[in-house]
Every structure is written in C-alpha cells, then in structure tokens.
C-alpha cells in the first residue's frame, strides 16, 4: 500500500493513498437562468460563464466503476445543470456505466420531455430548489407556474414526474426539494411543507442562509451565541412535519462538533472548468458574512481534470493532508473564538492562525448550519 509520511506535533503520520473518490460533485455549467439575490453565485467574482468540456467529461465517465471506482454523481453547484447542452448524453453514458446520479435544478427547463429522460434512464434523485421572500426564485422568471398556494411552486413538475413514475412502474427519480430558511420566508414555511406532502414530494432538505451582503444577514435565523433561539425555532419548524416526510433539517446554533460534509462523504468537487476542489465554500471567488465579520473566500484546487488524472489529483500529497487535517480537526475554530473580533486571519480564506491552508474554522457547513444534498 503506497503511504504519505507527514510529520505533525512530533508524530509521524503516514496517510495511505484512497483509490478514487466514490462520489463527484460536478458542476455541469457555471450558467444560470436565474439571478436569485440570496444565491452565493452572486458574489461570485470570477464570473467567466462556462461549460464544462467534453474531455474532463470523458475523464469523469472513464473513472465511473461501482466497485472500485466513482460510484455517484451529483450534479449541482453554482450553474443550472440543465443549461449544458450535453446533459442528456452524460447523464445517459454516465448511467449506462453504473453509477448513482442525483440532480439539483431550480426547475425552470425540466419539461415533459426531460422528466421522460430522467425516469427512462433511473437517475436516482432530482433536487428542486425553492424560496419564497427576498431569495424568491419564482420571482426570477415569469413563465414559472404560479397555481398553488405558494407563488411558483412546481406543481406541473411533481406532478408530471408521478404521473410518469406510476406508468414506467419505477420510483425513481426520487422527488426531493429544497428550501433556505430566512427570516422573511420562515412563516411560508409549514404551508410548503403542507403543499409538499399532499403532492407527493417525497423529502425536504432545508438549511440556513448563508449571508453575502449585510442585508442578507438580517435574514438569518441561527445565533453562534445563544441555543435557545435556536431550538424554539427548531421546535416550530418540526411540528407540522415530523412523521409526515422525509426530512432534513440545520442546526441554528453552535456545536460543539465539527463535520464537514463532503470530507466524511470521501467526496471531490468538479468545477465547470475541469478544476478539482474539495467543497462548494472553497469553489469559487465569493464572500461570506458570518456574524458580523465579511470574508472573503478564494478557491483551493488542487489541479485540473483537463491535464491530470483523477486518481492523481485525489491522492496527491496535498489533498491527503487536506482531507487528513479537517477530518480530525487540526484547524481552529473560528466561530465561537474570543479573539474573533480583532482577528486578522478572518479577513480571507487562505491561511488560519494554526499555519496552515485554507482556513475552514469559519465554515458554516462544518457545523451544520448551512446543508447540502
């Protein structure tokens, strides 16, 4: 078995190289048809729209292998998936070799048609998102149905991809929708979880917003100084939806405990450039507002798919560290730190007080504030 040696406190550390990553977060496109004014992609500085490339697809597809190799994809970050002309064959071709894919939308461009593609190939799971307020998606686009209760939820969509499921006599994809929980949309909330579970949405993943203006962070319902707040809201949201669906639900105070998602899942994030990053925080340029304090956060890649391979990228010295050091926490922890005010290291992404890169001890994911699929 081939090691990496590190040295840490006077230990030797030696880290065994992993194989491949058994799921790919891959973002199709960095386009989106909507301009929702609470998505991150709006602070997005490095706003080059592309696709992703036809060889860093071939590279992805060529490491599928439900076995031993990349066995889920999901296809998400900050574009719309279904704006890359060349979804339909990947997702085909990607199927087709065994893996699992689940999908996140904001629905607008899934159609009768593409519904018929989704059930016919068996993608696993298709992930609507929806707001209501200041993050309103509907409010995006005009041709987004409005004939429910609630302003622009997809009706015609749940209920065209049931009627197909029921006539294939499948129960995929699984219909799963997705909600950001802000102050001025929070009192919608148990109408959608009502509508939701009449039409037979089937699981609801709700998070906490993740402020990038100072409007936004009015919005926002969790504290990192008080539990109480935190579990009274909690307590709301639970009631009219527990025993009733599939759900999952933030944190809105302050753990104890770090977990970081994608590190625990042994997952790599594909951007639309064919780069390699471990998490959605660390994909992009953009800025976080986390109580009170802006920073600014910057991508860290550890190479690109158009030039090197997956393998390589995933075993390399530095991506072993990385997903070393979070796993066990050897990074501060910013959040509730008493030297957080005056703290210098908050101002940006690249380095933390302990001497080491990125920082993540500001990451809201890490304490399961803000959620992903």
Not at 15 to 29: D, F, H, K, M, T
Not at 70 to 81: D, K, N, T
Request: aromatic share 8%; hydrophobic share 35%; glycine share 6%.
């Amino acid at each position: 078995m081939i090691c990496e040696q590190f040295q840490w406190n006077g230990a030797t550390i030696s880290i065994p190289a992993r194989g491949l990553p058994p799921l790919l977060y891959v973002e199709l496109s960095s386009r989106c048809n909507f301009s929702c004014p609470g998505c991150f992609r709006g602070s997005n500085s490095d706003r080059e729209e592309q696709d992703l490339s036809q060889d860093v697809i071939n590279t992805i597809l060529s490491c599928i292998d439900p076995e031993k190799g990349v066995r889920r994809l999901f296809l998400g970050g900050i574009g719309e998936p279904f704006l890359h002309p060349g979804i339909n064959s990947f997702v085909q071709e990607a199927a087709a070799a065994g893996a699992a894919i689940a999908i996140q939308s904001n629905g607008s461009l899934i159609d009768e048609k593409a519904i018929r593609f989704l059930v016919e190939i068996g993608v696993e799971k298709l992930i609507i998102s929806y707001e209501t307020g200041g993050l309103d998606h509907a409010a995006q686009k005009e041709h987004v149905p409005r004939n429910t209760e609630l302003a622009g939820f997809p009706l015609q969509i749940i209920r065209e991809i049931k009627r197909q499921k029921k006539e294939a006599g499948t129960n995929r994809p699984i219909i799963s929708m997705e909600w950001v929980l802000s102050a001025d949309s929070v009192h919608h909330v148990e109408e959608f979880i009502a509508v939701s579970i009449r039409e037979g949405v089937e699981e609801l993943l709700f998070s906490n917003l993740l402020p990038t203006t100072s409007e936004f962070e009015k919005q926002v319902l969790y504290s990192l100084n008080t539990e109480k707040n935190g579990k009274e809201i909690l307590s709301a949201l639970l009631k009219p939806i527990r025993h009733r669906i599939h759900y999952t639900m933030p944190n809105f105070f302050l753990s104890t405990e770090r977990y970081c998602p994608f590190i625990e899942k042994s997952s790599a994030v594909v951007r639309s450039d064919g780069a390699l990053a471990p998490c959605y925080r660390l994909l992009h340029n953009s800025r976080e507002i986390v109580a009170g304090k802006e920073m600014a956060l910057h991508p860290f890649l550890f190479g690109s798919l158009k030039n090197t391979s997956l393998e390589e990228l995933w075993n390399s010295r530095d991506y072993l560290w990385f997903r070393f050091s979070v796993e066990n926490s050897l990074y501060p922890s910013c959040l509730d730190c008493s030297l957080r005010e005056g703290c210098e290291y908050l101002v940006d992404s690249d380095s933390h007080c302990w001497g080491g890169t990125p920082s993540c001890g500001n990451c809201l994911w890490s304490r399961r504030i803000i959620l992903c699929p």
